[in-house]
């Protein structure tokens, strides 16, 4: 019963490289939830995608950041030129019903990410 | 947008001893209330949750309750052990992200 996966564990890129976050859902899930979590914060929503759809991405700021999740393979977290303010976790969660249906979300490892 | 505070920030208590986690939400909307645990570079897991037509939840020696008029939604662990000492995360739902409270340190000292 694989659970959510994401690779790498561990990304270091110097300031304007781009970085790119892979998350593989549960067997069964389709929704799948980005957050980000800063060093002794919470985390924080960024964006929700089913698959091929982009479903509310308020929480994802507007420039250097993108997200997909194709009809085949993992979701993809993008983030172009990256800025030593970008350092932080960045966990994936999915579920098997939509956001918002009292439906569990389920975390994977997360990606810390180290901007030099 | 909803908001969810959450007290103390650290908690520390002797093995045996009960823990009580507070969190308060602003939008009335939220109908779900997951709490979660995590440990140092790990995932946060799912301890457990409670609905909104539930006033209280129980799982061995963890316990939440609900107050919806209130909103507010608490966090029970009696007979602590060292193995508890974690950050434990509450979260309201606002359709369809989470929202987390900034955390509590627990320490469980033998």
């Known amino acids: 019963n694989a659970g959510v996966m994401q690779n790498p564990r561990h990304l270091v890129r110097r300031r304007g490289q781009e970085a790119r976050l892979r998350c593989s859902p549960m067997?069964?899930?389709?929704?799948v939830y980005w957050y980000r979590q800063l060093p002794e914060e919470g985390l924080k929503f960024m964006v929700y995608?089913?698959?091929?759809?982009?479903?509310?991405e308020s929480g994802m700021p507007k420039e250097r950041f993108s997200a997909e999740f194709p009809k085949e393979g993992p979701s993809i977290l993008r983030i172009q030129q990256v800025v030593r303010g970008d350092s932080a976790a960045y966990f994936c969660?999915?579920?098997?019903?939509?956001?918002?249906?009292?439906?569990?979300?389920?975390f994977g490892p997360g990606t810390r990410l180290l901007v030099l | 947008g909803e908001n969810v505070e959450q007290h103390p920030s650290t908690l520390s208590v002797q093995e045996g001893d009960s823990a009580v986690i507070k969190c308060t939400y602003s939008?009335?909307?939220?109908?779900?209330f997951p709490w979660y645990k995590q440990e140092l570079g790990k995932r946060p897991q799912l301890i457990i949750d409670?609905?909104?037509?539930?006033g209280e939840k129980k799982d061995q020696r963890i316990a939440v309750t609900l107050n919806k008029t209130a909103k507010h939604f608490s966090l029970h662990i009696t007979e602590t052990q060292p193995e508890d000492s974690a950050v434990y995360f509450c979260?309201?739902?606002?359709?369809?992200?989470?929202?987390f409270g900034k955390g509590t340190t627990l320490s469980v000292s033998s």
């Open positions: 995608l089913q698959k091929e759809n982009i479903i509310d």
């Open positions: 067997k069964g899930h389709s929704h």
């Open positions: 409670i609905r909104s037509n539930v």
């Open positions: 969660a999915s579920s098997r019903l939509p956001g918002g249906s009292q439906e569990t979300q389920y």
């Open positions: 939008d009335s909307a939220s109908n779900y």
């Open positions: 979260a309201a739902s606002i359709s369809p992200a989470l929202i």
